[in-house]
């Protein structure tokens, strides 16, 4: 399951990643739903850079005066100006995934503005900004106060009813210390990019966190 978020906000719409590249008519679909419309569409935060995060960011990036934000870390990698580090697999998660011979890149995408550990965002009662690097350099994950919800990004997952740590990492040592800022939120909701979200007790349930593939 691959997930993206959307905040409905007086402001505008923000959405948090944007799925693979042919996702945008999906969301276009999902604004539908929710009584908008693609002009409400007021920034994009990409939580990473790879392609099933950022696909569709580029063409969602047209639909309106919209502002895109990323890590700093990542930011030259979403432009397309650098390429960016192949995760490093485990045994187990090769079970999943044959490996990689090049940077799971999505299509280039403009990048706006670039934000650090601690910034915050003007949208769910100041969304913050939390440095999660180890899934890739310059991952990102948000709290947003107003819905005492963390957004972890590829920092964890849900897997069978289990919080995870998240797989296909570049560094899995230091993907494994940024739990410890998600747990840190103490959030009651916490929404993955792959995975069921926790409605419940979601820092306790991250601090418990397995790795699920890590041999």
């Not at 998240?166 to 899995?172: C, L, Q, S």
Request: aromatic letters at 6%; glycine letters at 12%.
């Amino acid at each position: 399951m691959l997930n993206c978020y959307l905040w409905l906000g007086p402001e505008g719409v923000t959405l948090i990643d944007t799925g693979w590249p042919d996702s945008a008519a999906l969301i276009e679909h999902a604004l539908r739903h929710l009584g908008r419309s693609r002009a409400d569409i007021a920034r994009i935060v990409l939580t990473h850079f790879h392609e099933d995060h950022v696909g569709a960011a580029a063409e969602i990036a047209t639909w309106s005066q919209v502002e895109v934000i990323a890590g700093e870390s990542d930011s030259s990698f979403i432009t397309g100006e650098c390429g960016g580090p192949i995760p490093v697999l485990t045994a187990g998660e090769r079970a999943l995934h044959p490996g990689f011979t090049q940077p799971p890149h999505g299509p280039a995408c403009r990048v706006d503005r670039v934000v650090n550990d601690g910034d915050v965002l003007d949208f769910a009662g100041g969304a913050h900004v939390i440095a999660v690097p180890g899934h890739t350099p310059g991952s990102i994950a948000l709290y947003l106060p107003a819905a005492d919800t963390v957004l972890t990004g590829d920092a964890a997952a849900e897997f069978n009813g289990q919080v995870i740590l998240g797989v296909f990492n570049t560094d899995r040592e230091t993907a494994v210390k940024s739990l410890t800022r998600l747990v840190a939120t103490g959030a009651t909701i916490a929404g993955f990019g792959h995975g069921e979200a926790v409605l419940e007790n979601a820092g306790d349930r991250i601090a418990a966190a397995i790795d699920a593939f890590g041999t």
